[in-house]
């Protein structure tokens, strides 16, 4: 009997959502990743511990106290010190780099690993080269801006209205409709 070949249905935005940037990295925690890999978080982290030797501190690192409590901060995540069996998290997460990610499919060794784990990597290489033109662009504008400082207050100007531009704000519209005058 032939296996019946599960779809991959994870959008980008998705994953996007599940990258964090701690100690000067993009990570991806073991819950997130074992929602991805439609398995158990202690699934995944007990075939991490049975491979150990495939994870140095590049590849996977465990967050502290205090890296998890702010990231609790920035994201919604059931209450860490919760002690009963209706959520929460009773061990500090790991935190996979892209190569972690990588390795991870090596591991789990299942096809929808080795799927999620390649769309994974795809959408980190896009974040890099996002970062990198934008980080490009500003640094092209700062210097720009330093060999011109001294020459006018209209050079000054345009660099305020392209950084605006960069980062626009959201203004009110005019509402569309009838308008009734009163008589």
Do not use: W
């Not at 860490?80 to 499919?105: I, Q």
């Amino acid at each position: 009997m032939a296996k019946k070949k599960t779809s991959l249905k994870i959008v980008d935005d998705t994953i996007v959502s599940k990258i964090f940037f701690i100690r000067g990295e993009k990570v991806m925690l073991d819950k997130d990743l074992a929602e991805l890999y439609d398995v158990e978080t202690g699934a995944l982290n007990q075939a991490v511990k049975r491979n150990l030797d495939r994870f140095p501190k590049e590849f996977m690192f465990q967050l502290t106290k205090t890296e998890f409590e702010s990231l609790i901060s920035q994201i919604v995540i059931s209450n860490p010190t919760s002690k009963d069996r209706r959520g929460g998290t009773r061990k500090l997460p790991y935190a996979f780099t892209e190569h972690g990610v990588l390795m991870l499919a090596n591991v789990l060794k299942s096809q929808r690993a080795i799927e999620v784990s390649l769309r994974v990597i795809k959408v980190f290489v896009q974040m890099r080269e996002m970062l990198l033109a934008h980080k490009d662009i500003m640094l092209k504008l700062e210097k720009l801006e330093k060999q011109t400082g001294g020459n006018s207050e209209d050079i000054k100007l345009i660099f305020e209205y392209l950084k605006e531009l960069l980062n626009p704000e959201v203004s009110e519209r005019n509402k569309i409709g009838f308008k009734i005058s009163n008589p």
